[in-house]
């Protein structure tokens, strides 16, 4: 899989295509990613951007090339700092901890932009041979979103935090869907109470995907029975 494009470098080299006096490329771009995320990319207009951008028509089309270039700019850099967010978060708690974290992040309001995965702005892209190309690029952003959460739940499984049985690229799909969905439920307007109960529906979900609340005193999780729920509420949060 590709590497993620070095946006400072992208940046350099637009700027010597010709740019304006004064103009800030880095905080044009983060302008533009806040357009793109709080709009969709079908719906954000050239005047919108323009406007997020402090700058006019010219100067955005001279220093980032079309409306789709500037989108996959974009959105490299909302995935520098998804991945940014995501490994800091990983590496500084126990993996249910830091599975808490993410899902908690995502219900809050106002949220940080680097908290939003890329499944939600992929199913939002129009269907069409013209968006191809980004629908490309997205999914690539998202599989290196799952990559990293891939990882920590496999160093999870080895030490012992999970189950051997426990199936970490699964998990990360599963988290990371559960993410976009809570951050959609939150920007839509979702109450409190909901959110924080969809917050423990889905820590549910993940704790039965192998996960033993007791271990087997060497600090290991023991294999449990995970093909009943406690509650029938709780029956579409079990990974089998």
Do not use: W
């Amino acid at each position: 899989m590709p590497q993620v494009p070095d946006v400072a470098r992208d940046l350099s080299a637009a700027a010597k295509r010709g740019r304006p006096r004064k103009f800030a490329f880095e905080a044009a771009l983060s302008a533009a990613l806040d357009v793109f995320l709080a709009r969709g990319y079908g719906d954000a207009s050239v005047s919108e951007l323009t406007a997020a951008m402090q700058v006019n028509r010219p100067s955005l089309y001279r220093c980032f090339g079309s409306k789709e270039d500037l989108f996959k700019r974009a959105m490299r850099l909302h995935s520098q700092r998804h991945l940014e967010y995501l490994r800091r978060t990983l590496d500084t708690s126990k993996v249910r901890e830091a599975a808490e974290r993410l899902l908690r992040d995502a219900s809050q309001r106002p949220r940080a932009r680097s908290i939003r995965g890329f499944g939600g702005i992929l199913a939002a892209l129009p269907r069409g041979a013209e968006t191809e190309d980004i629908r490309d690029e997205i999914a690539g952003h998202r599989a290196r979103s799952i990559d990293v959460l891939s990882a920590r739940f496999e160093r999870a499984r080895i030490s012992g935090e999970l189950t051997d049985s426990a199936k970490p690229r699964a998990l990360a799909n599963y988290l990371e869907t559960l993410v976009d969905g809570i951050s959609v439920q939150s920007g839509n307007g979702a109450s409190r109470t909901d959110l924080d109960d969809l917050v423990e529906l889905a820590l549910l979900g993940l704790e039965r995907c192998g996960r033993s609340r007791t271990g087997d005193g060497n600090g290991r999780a023991r294999e449990t029975d995970t093909s009943r729920a406690e509650c029938p509420e709780c029956e579409a949060a079990i990974v089998e």
